[in-house]
Structure formats: C-alpha cells, structure tokens
C-alpha cells in the first residue's frame, strides 16, 4: 500500500501547491504572476518526484499511469488503484483550498482563454501532454525511478510548458488536476477537453517513441 499512499500525498502536495498559488494569484489581483505560478508547478513536481520517485515511481497523473501502462512499464491491474489514489489526493488538496480561499472562484481550474476556441485548447492540450510524456518515457522507468535526472527532466518541462502555454489554457495535461477543482469550484466549462486530450496525448507519446527505441 506503500505506493498508493505515495501517489495520494505526492499528487495531494502538487495540487494543493500549484492550484493553491492559482487561486492565491486570483485573489491577491496578481501578486504571484503567471511566471511564479508556472515556476510553483515546476518545483512541486520535481520536489515531489525526489520524495516519491522510488516508492511508487511519482506517476500524480491519470494520464502518465495510462502511458506507463501502454507502453509495458506498468501493471495494468495497478491502473485503476492509482487513479483512485490521485483522485483521493486532488480532491483532498481541492477542498482544503475552497475552504482556505473561498473568495476563490475557480479554485485553480484550468478553462481555455477568453475568445481561444475549445476546439484549439484540445489540440494545444493534446500536445503539451505529448511533450511531457515524452520526456517522462525517457527518463522514468514506470513503477520506481532513482536518480535525479526524472525529476529535474519532469519538473523543467511543466515549468516551461506552463510558462508559454498557461494563458492559453491553464497547461493542465493532467485529467485528475482538470477534474478536482472544476467539481469543486463548479467550473465545469469545456471540461471534457481536459479529461481527453492528455490520454490521447500520452498515447501517442507511447506510440512514437515506440520508432525510436524498444
């Protein structure tokens, strides 16, 4: 069970972390910035990878443990178990955050920018959890992962992915961060992009890097 609480508190920490300083940004009028909320999802996630990475291999994404499974590095049977556990945890994270803040409308939920179409947020979504997938693939090795190369290799493209593609649409790549605060907060707006696009994303991750090495 060791791994599944790992799973529980690692993904706990990176929503209540990276959602935390979203709401605390929207409250505040801005006194975190866009730059310091991408750099707070960067280091909560390397951080968290450094803590975890050994015990369940730090998958904290629905979408990740999808991709670990397809490509063979993974027990199937263990998916629906850490999908549970991510879910226990972002949820956790979501409620402790409505009740801090709950002058917070969104809660850290990820909607597409005023006037970008849900249809492009999808396709941006699609390959921004490609790109992660593809480092993750490369540098993990699915069920555990020692050293510190996964950690700065994962937390470095979240942070720049959330950097360029944040105003666009939150840079979620993750259904379980999407799902938690949207049902809590009740912003359930073009939900469905961000339950789909990253499974399609890590699948096709999976598949390519399939050309290119075993």
């Not at 920018?113 to 979504?125: H, T």
């Not at 020692?146 to 649409?169: Q, R």
């Amino acid at each position: 069970m060791k791994k599944f609480y790992s799973e529980i508190i690692g993904t706990f920490a990176m929503v209540f972390c990276g959602c935390g300083a979203m709401s605390i940004d929207e409250i505040t009028g801005g006194s975190i910035t866009h730059v310091g909320v991408a750099i707070t999802w960067g280091l909560i996630v390397m951080s968290m990878i450094y803590a975890f990475g050994e015990i369940s291999g730090a998958h904290f994404n629905p979408a990740v443990t999808f991709g670990f499974a397809y490509a063979k590095k993974f027990p199937w049977k263990d998916v629906p178990k850490y999908i549970i556990a991510q879910a226990i945890g972002a949820f956790l994270a979501c409620l402790i955050l409505w009740f801090l803040f709950p002058q917070s409308e969104t809660l850290g939920s990820t909607l597409p920018a005023v006037g970008f179409e849900p249809y492009r947020a999808f396709v941006l979504e699609l390959f921004l959890t490609f790109f992660l997938m593809v480092v993750i693939i490369n540098v993990s090795t699915g069920s555990k992962e020692i050293g510190t190369m996964a950690a700065i290799a994962v937390g470095s493209v979240i942070l720049l992915e959330a950097m360029f593609a944040g105003p666009m649409t939150k840079a979620s790549m993750n259904p379980i961060r999407s799902l938690a605060p949207a049902l809590v907060s009740g912003n359930l707006q073009h939900l469905w992009l961000y339950l789909t696009a990253p499974f399609i994303g890590s699948f096709l991750a999976v598949a390519s890097c399939s050309l290119v090495r075993k």
